[in-house]
């Protein structure tokens, strides 16, 4: 494209490079991931963050304009794989930071050290905007008309969003291809998928079933993958770190918290703080939580069981393939009320544990229970998220109860998604109901609806003796 990128496999045995135009999601040779990396002395990059401050305030609609107003696009000096001219935005990125004082006493951090990355202000409500602006902008240069991704839901409602509002260079439609496993994707979810025109295919499997089947499409069908496995992806998903450390004045903060499913957040956060610290853009790097769900856990068992490491990159692969194996002969399954992180094979975790190795990271898992009272919780301080969100803050929950967090680091949890990608979950929770595939029973924080007469006398006394817990 412009010379100044290229893609890399990740493994150090192979490392082998290819142009940013081959249509890649492997390396040919020996079948690793795939990096996007940079020629750093011919790019143009600025000597200090606070350089992309201005740009909040670019007025007009041309390029430049458009491009400035995009979280993601603001800061194309560090992603620079992309011309002006080729940018594909749908405003993606306009978060902020999120001062979170309340919710730091219920957890145990000291006021005005805890701050939530708001991801569901994102035009599809979820934190896939900001890698899908970056993989729509290859595949609109590289002609593609069909684009595919296997989604436990937001994957699936952000293409398709995308897929209906761009066109190829030539002025042809875009047309997006979901595949999801049978009853795995929240009904927020798939309506926003249903209501932007994709092609729905529910699959008889789980959603590791559908990731190995859209990868054969786009093998063979000419499909254009839009899952993380696309490096192009967790580019677009590296600028959620720039705008947080823009939200704290571009100091690093101690910890960062994200879900984990797929692995991709964690692995382009981990790519972003490596990059930013070999361009001398900052001085360190804060330390990486992921939190699984426990009945999803695959990561967990793996680092804290397995006692599985990056190894500078000479990972044991035979492990992994034996606990796979194991997995498989157990019949067990990826199984949680966070259907966002419901993946019982993440397609990113050799760069996941590259990422927890080079921010000295941590791994636990949590239940489903307190993953739905953090998230009740995060909602009774302002916040609302979906469930899969609220794994970070009841990560940050667990590490404060082992003293691994202390009260007075400055902490981040990554809300990934808004609160009405799975309004199912929260209506049941707050009305007490039993979900009866996942056996929830604890409702610490649920604010269950009052049945009133409809009588003045009768409401007043309902408000006189209601006892919302705060």
Same mark, same amino acid.
């Given at each position: 494209m412009n010379g100044l990128a290229f893609q890399q496999c990740i493994s150090h045995s192979c490392a082998r490079r290819y142009g940013c135009d081959d249509v890649l999601f492997a390396c040919r040779a020996c079948g690793s991931l795939l990096d996007i990396n940079y020629d750093w002395s011919r790019c143009e990059v600025p000597k200090s963050l606070s350089f992309f401050e201005k740009r909040w305030s670019t007025p007009?609609?041309?390029?430049?304009?458009? &491009?400035?107003?995009?979280?993601?696009?603001?800061?194309?000096?560090?992603?620079?794989?992309?011309?002006?001219?080729?940018i594909v935005t749908l405003?993606?990125?306009?978060?902020?930071?999120? *001062?979170?004082?309340?919710? =730091?006493?219920?957890?145990?951090?000291?006021?005005?050290?805890?701050?939530? *990355?708001?991801?569901?202000?994102?035009?599809?409500?979820?934190? $896939?905007?900001?890698?899908? &602006?970056?993989?729509?902008? !290859? =595949?609109?240069?590289?002609?593609?008309?069909?684009v595919g991704c296997a989604s436990t839901g937001n994957t699936s409602a952000s293409m398709a969003m995308y897929a209906s509002q761009t066109r190829t260079q030539r002025g042809e439609p875009m047309q997006p291809i979901v595949f999801v496993g049978g009853g795995k994707i929240s009904l927020g979810k798939l309506a926003q998928a249903l209501d932007f025109g994709a092609l729905t295919l529910q699959i008889d499997g789980d959603f590791d079933a559908c990731m190995s089947l859209v990868q054969q499409a786009a093998n063979q069908l000419d499909l254009y993958l839009m899952n993380s496995v696309n490096p192009f992806r967790?580019?677009? *998903? $590296?600028?959620?770190?720039?705008? %947080?450390?823009?939200?704290?004045?571009?100091? %690093?903060?101690d910890w960062i918290i994200v879900p984990g499913g797929n692995l991709g957040n964690s692995s382009a956060f981990g790519k972003a703080y490596m990059e930013l610290r070999t361009l001398g853009l900052v001085d360190r790097v804060p330390r990486l939580a992921i939190i699984n769900a426990s009945g999803a856990d695959t990561l967990s068992r793996l680092v804290n069981c397995e006692q599985l490491k990056y190894e500078g990159g000479r990972i044991d692969s035979t492990r992994v393939h034996s606990f796979y194996g194991r997995m498989k002969a157990e019949g067990r399954a =990826?199984?949680?009320?966070?259907? =966002? !992180?419901? !993946?019982?094979?993440?397609?990113?975790?050799?760069?996941?544990?590259?990422?927890?190795?080079?921010?000295?990271?941590?791994v636990r898992d949590v239940p489903d229970e307190a993953i739905l009272d953090a998230k009740a919780l995060v909602g009774r301080h302002g916040f609302g998220c979906e469930p899969a969100s609220a794994a970070s803050v009841a990560g940050l929950q667990l590490l404060r109860e082992k003293g691994v967090i202390s009260p007075s680091d400055t902490v981040v949890c990554i809300l990934t998604g808004h609160a009405l990608k799975d309004s199912d979950a929260t209506v049941h929770y707050h009305q007490s109901i039993v979900n009866d595939q996942h056996q929830l029973k604890l409702k610490t924080f649920a604010n269950t609806p009052i049945r009133c007469p409809a009588t003045i006398d009768a409401i007043s006394t309902c408000i006189r003796h209601s006892s919302v817990v705060s």
């Open positions: 007009g609609r041309d390029l430049v304009a458009r &491009a400035d107003f995009s979280g993601v696009w603001r800061f194309r000096e560090l992603l620079p794989f992309a011309a002006l001219e080729d405003a993606e990125g306009r978060t902020q930071l999120q *001062q979170a004082d309340d919710l =730091a006493t219920k957890v145990g951090i000291k006021p005005g050290n805890l701050f939530l *990355q708001y991801e569901g202000f994102n035009p599809s409500g979820s934190f $896939k905007d900001n890698g899908m &602006a970056a993989a729509f902008t !290859i =595949a609109r240069k590289h002609g593609r008309r069909r967790l580019e677009g *998903q $590296k600028t959620i770190m720039y705008r %947080v450390l823009e939200g704290l004045g571009w100091h %690093v903060p =990826a199984k949680t009320i966070a259907s =966002a !992180i419901e !993946i019982g094979r993440p397609v990113n975790l050799p760069k996941a544990l590259r990422a927890l190795e080079y921010m000295n990271g941590v």
